[in-house]
């Protein structure tokens, strides 16, 4: 066994790889980005090797600066976690040209994998089941070529990426008028995700389950499978909720399932940790994805099912050793689900959003593990993947296992950015979920802000907790700059005017009115005034009211003008609206604002031009993913204020869209 371990990556993963290494007694060594200077990673290693710079071509991606941190802190291996250089067989020949052990296959079945027309093909040989498609030629524009091949595939169909995954370059294409702006899409995304923008086309199996078999492999002749996960949940094609084992496989199922997978490894002479990936059909017939050639980011959820830490296997089989023997009889135990924890405005879209964590705090309960890659405190930029954490729940059966997530994340505090928690929350209390039928289309099905709030819609969750937001902040200045001890700020012996304060949440303002009247409370949330309203205990940071005969307790948190109320009916995020803003800081009506910091990537319309409501006027990337940004109304460009490859700002205005009247 080596004794120094470099780990390639970043976030929960290099925490992940870190707490396994240590436990098995191998010095570990981190590197990092000057965004990353501060991460929990850089803190967890015994080392840590600067990468200067923050975008991931300049860092996480130098082969050459990854090598020589190995070289120079004695690292005998490198780990390359999951995502950029992971699957890149290149950097797999140089590290074995380095005399560096890498932590995964070998360059051959990396490569072989890498194109998924090649893999497709190699596993059609091997007899596994593969879906219908063909390699897109030219660039996709007016090629009646392609045309004839998508009529003899059948629409819908899925154009997808050549080389690479997680939902990048991936466009569903219900008929032939979509399929030219699906490809030029497809391939401009591939390419900025994995420097090629080759894709190809695949029949598209509609309502499919997404089910994936983790393999494992070692060089003295092993190859076995771990059982199945279950990773339908997903929203731009790309997964937040997985689970082991799935609803809709039983044991007859999981055998076809198993057998197809380890035929697929052994097509690759397969060694380490790897994960075959099907699509299948409601009546159960299933065909081959892809093969990722790597640890996946869903890995817990077979680890606490089996009892089987994975990391450990990757590190006894790149040692040379065999695989372990209760992988050679593992069986399933239990139920385990996990939940994705991303830095996303999910009412916008889920949109990725970036800036500080003010507060991250997770619950220590039974049957609950958390791998996460940021703490309280850590800036999420706009460089690399949004996710924060990952939060699994583990039970005697599914309906444990999901009781015990939900409860988890209503615990867990998250300010600073938006994100996706009260969705999860409300996917893992849904009956069709907890009933087992789910499939890709699941949110496409469901509402998410009806998942979010439940029956208590998003307004009337806003608005209570704007009342408490100003309660507490009343609260606060009372503490700190009494009027006399007891008396409340703002008190009059004669009756007087409300004092008032105004909460932005989202694009909705609510304005509130609230005064003392010999002890009790009386308040107003602009056209709304509690039934009831009761107010036992006020601090800046806790408030227990009976609003409308119904009492909480409410945890405030107070950044700046930033307010962060969380309560039984979920966290909301409130900016608290300057008395007397700058007048400079007024835009133009119809003004574009970005939605996020990225880069413009193209401008699809001109000045003067006429434009529809919803057609996309430019598209940013951040975060690896492209976000069209779209005309609110029919009108014309009034002006462009940035130009294609220019870094933007959240907020910042990109373009003026008049409607046919000269406004708004």
Known sequence: ???????????????????????????????F????????HVLQADESVHLPGTAPADTYLRADLLLAAAQRTGAEAIHPGYGFLSENAQFARDCAAAGVIFVGPSPEAIAAMGSKIEAKAMMKAAGVPVLPGCLVDGD???????ADAA???????????????????????????????????????????FGDGTVFLEKFVSSPRHIEVQIFGDSHGNLVHLGERECSIQRRYQKIIEEAPSTAVDTALRDELGQAAVAAGKALGYEGAGTVEFVMAPDGSFYFLEVNTRLQVEHPVTEL???????????????????PAEMLHATPNGHAVEVRLYAEDVGAGFIPVSGTLTTLEFPDLPGIRVDAGFSSGSHVSTFYDPMLAKVIG??????????????????????????????LVG????????????????????????LMFGRVAAEEVARVHALVAAVAAQAGRRASTPVLPGLPSGFRTLPSAPQTVSFVVGDEQFD??????????????????????????????????????????????????????????????????ERFPDPSAVREAGSLLAPMPGAVVRIEVVEGQHVTAGAAVLVLEAMKMEHPVRAPVDGIVASIHITAGEQVTSGQVLAVVHDEHGNS
């Open 394 to 423: 583990y039970g005697r059966d599914r309906a444990q296992a999901c009781s015990r997530l939900a409860r988890a994340l209503r615990e867990t505090v998250v300010h600073g950015v938006a994100t996706n928690r009260d969705l």
């Open 305 to 323: 099912v089996t009892g089987i830490d994975l990391v450990r296997g990757q590190l006894l089989v790149a040692a040379g050793e065999p695989l």
């Open 512 to 577: 509130v009115s609230y005064r003392f009247e010999r002890g009790a409370l009386r308040a107003t949330v602009g056209d709304w005034r509690p039934g009831t309203l009761r107010l036992n205990e006020a601090s800046a940071i806790l408030v227990d009211a009976e609003i409308d005969n119904v009492r909480r307790r409410y945890r405030v948190t107070c950044s700046g003008t930033d307010h962060f109320v969380d309560s039984a009916l979920g966290s909301t995020a409130l900016q608290e609206v």
């Open 1 to 31: 066994m080596f004794n120094k371990l470099l780990i390639a990556n970043r976030g929960e993963i290099a925490g992940r790889i870190i707490r396994t290494a240590r436990e098995m007694d191998i010095t570990c060594v981190a590197v």
């Open 427 to 450: 996917i893992l209390g849904e009956s069709e979920f907890l009933s087992g039928a789910i499939d890709t289309a699941y949110l496409q099905r469901h509402d998410p802000a009806e």
């Open 33 to 40: 980005s000057d965004a990353d200077r501060d991460a929990p």
């Open 151 to 193: 009529e003899e595939i059948g629409f819908p169909i899925l154009v997808k990426a050549a080389f690479g995954g997680g939902g990048r370059g991936m466009r569903i294409v219900s008929g032939p008028a979509d399929l030219g702006d699906a490809v030029r899409s497809a391939r401009s995304e591939a390419a900025s995700a």
């Open 140 to 146: 996709g524009e007016a090629d009646t070529n392609l």
